[in-house]
């Protein structure tokens, strides 16, 4: 009898209809003798829902109120799901974060698991119980309500499958898998049969939003191997996993693309030490995340520096550049918000020459500039106009011959 | 610097615009320098909602999950009362059941509360914050959730008030206080200036329903002095309190009415000891609350039983009660559903000639007959036709020169 650890998301229990549906599959699994924790998101819009009730009554929700309050969707989902699975003759159980054991910092609206005590889950495991915990949540040492932030669901579902080892850790989407490309933009896109926990982060922090990325950084620290594949199909998904793949193998596995990007550029920086460190440090202070930076070869002791952000980020990010710049006498700051990243990812590109002259040869044979270029262990990424950012996926897909992969 | 525990129903925070208003309310107190501790209902038919989501998974809820969907309802508006105190600048905390320290039995859907642990409450007032309880709900030793059953979030506040020992409890709610009848049924009606725990209960179990009979009883047990008084306007209220008032005054207060109201009689008990037992103890243990109990004076060793009950439980009192009554060969047994009962309450009324004749004479004049009477000690109840029990209330109101009450 094996322990299997499962993750249902927002549209996988969007409705009540569909909650019940997610009552079958889980059933189903049952059935097979396996014992079953099942991790839930709020129902549909649900959280979107209540932050608009709190912004009726305040512009600047606090942060500990607004947790229990959003805290309360996944309780919702959990309990219907309990009872659904009652319905059904399983015995089933819902625990909140508190219940679960999902300890955190008191960072509200963002905090970080600090420990998992699974003694609850695995009580009711013993007595038969299917257990349904409420994703996204967690309390801290002083019992206050915690939520997780962007990806917090499968946080939580990764955490417990790191305190309970089970057999699978398995996240039911909306999409089959992990695909070589987004299928939106290239229809022969194809799901990858399995992909290694780092290609899967350059995959997921470059735009493929299957799984966030702190998930998965989670999963590879504690080594979890997680299954992803579609609530509504019974395709066979991908399995995110470590193991010798990253040796045994050499190739691009994905074209991740991102189209929040604007590029902010200073020039005329003087070349002299601690200049990075003034321009840098006000913006990671107002947790603006800079992502690719770019400093030209400078001459007469000044050189130009690039760098992006999201766009939501280029207002504050100008401001604070700009103060900055004059105090250290650079020149114009300017941004540009029509930019999108295009990354080709695979473990080992880096040491493999070719890759790179590959990349650049299929943007240049399809007509399309390359605004700036970033290297790392297992991409390559090259920023691009935005209204590009399709043609140069597909020339990319095209060009590693992804449609023909092997999954 | 005093403190109040204040309290606001369903209808009180019955959408973003009341809760807003009530955060008017509250903020206007701690303005006047008291420390506040406010206990809130669900907002408007958000339980009944909860309840209703339950039932498209399945038509029995597990009780246990119930409670905890349900308790969300309280949740959020706790939350959003805390947002809109911030918003007001004035510092504000919710507190869920388990953080306010309710701690109950285990008996889900209709706890009773077994301990406050006011610690966190005082130590956020210390602290400077108005703190908003989420009521109705509460936790048992083993963290789980429950919620108080019917006037739950009343219950809360005199629990908290119990533990807090406030300058008051106000229990804000829809109407002006606690009048000498239901304004409805009569126009002239007036609400009272105050009136004693038991007077109140008497009200309350005979239709009253400005607040549950259990809140009323944990406040006379404690000696937890309640002011009920309108959201909606500022109107002086009713206090419910103790003290000498039972001693130094005999009237009438008030005139109770209820309509929910089925009389099922027994013809032909035999007069046998243990009979009575064998009647109503199948009914105790099937959850059924009989009310007035009627034993007519037996003739050749027979007597007629007459009892009521509420009328959704006809049918399964007839159920029992048939079984017993082939057992030990009585009569016919029949119901009547179409009944009410209307009741003069006052401290004192049983011992004072004079009241039960003038009850009597009220309705004799009135042309309503009466079919039951029981007296208790502060209160005489006749049960009458249903189609009677306007007019019937409206006569007593005008025996006992109640428009004309100092309140």
Redesign the interface.
């Known amino acids: 009898m094996a322990l299997r650890v499962q993750k249902y998301g927002g549209s996988s229990v969007g409705s009540?209809e569909r909650?019940?549906a997610v009552a079958d599959r889980v059933a189903a699994a049952r059935e097979q003798g396996d014992d079953i924790v099942v991790v839930v998101s709020a129902m549909g819009s649900t959280t979107d829902e209540?932050i608009s009730?709190?912004r009726?009554?305040?512009p600047?929700?606090?942060p500990?109120?607004?947790d229990?309050?959003l805290?309360?969707g996944e309780?919702?989902t959990?309990?219907?799901l309990?009872?659904?699975l009652?319905?059904r003759n399983h015995p089933a159980?819902?625990l909140?974060g508190?219940?679960a054991g999902i300890r955190t910092d008191s960072d509200f609206t963002r905090a970080r698991i600090t420990e998992v005590e699974p003694h609850r889950a695995l009580d009711e495991i013993s007595r038969g119980n299917i257990v349904i915990v409420a994703g996204f949540q967690g309390t801290t040492d002083a019992?206050?309500?915690t939520t997780l932030g962007r990806g917090g669901s499968d946080t939580t579902a990764v955490a417990l499958a790191a305190a309970l080892r089970p057999e699978a850790c398995e996240i039911f989407t909306d999409v089959d898998g992990i695909y070589t490309a987004d299928p939106r933009l290239v229809p022969n896109a194809r799901p990858l049969v399995d992909i290694s926990y780092e290609e899967m982060l350059e995959m997921a922090s470059e735009g493929a939003r299957v799984m966030h990325h702190r998930a998965v950084e989670l999963a590879w620290v504690y080594d979890v191997p997680i299954h992803v594949s579609s609530t509504f199909t019974y395709g066979r998904g991908t399995r995110i996993h470590g193991g010798p793949l990253m040796e045994i193998r050499n190739k691009v596995r994905g074209i991740a693309h991102e189209t929040d990007v604007a590029r902010v550029t200073v020039r005329r920086v003087p070349d002299q030490p601690g200049i990075a460190a003034d321009l840098f440090s006000p913006l990671a202070d107002a947790g603006i995340s800079v992502d690719i930076i770019v400093q030209n070869v400078g001459e007469d002791g000044h050189s130009d520096v690039s760098f992006t952000v999201a766009n939501g980020d280029v207002e504050a990010t100008l401001e604070h550049v700009r103060t900055v710049a004059t105090t250290f006498k650079a020149g114009e700051v300017t941004a540009d918000r029509q930019l999108a990243k295009v990354s080709v990812v695979g473990a080992g590109l880096q040491n493999s020459p070719g890759y790179a002259a590959r990349t650049f040869q299929a943007l240049s044979g399809a007509g399309i500039n390359i605004e700036m270029i970033t290297t790392a262990e297992i991409s390559i990424t090259c920023v691009v106009r935005e209204s590009a950012v399709e043609e140069a996926t597909r020339a990319l897909h095209s060009a590693f011959d992804l449609e023909e992969t092997d999954g």
């Open positions: 009540v909650v019940t209540l009730l709190s009726q009554v305040t600047n929700p606090d500990r109120e607004l229990t309050l805290s309360t309780l919702v959990s309990t219907l309990a009872m659904a009652r319905e159980v819902s909140s508190l219940q019992m206050e309500t």
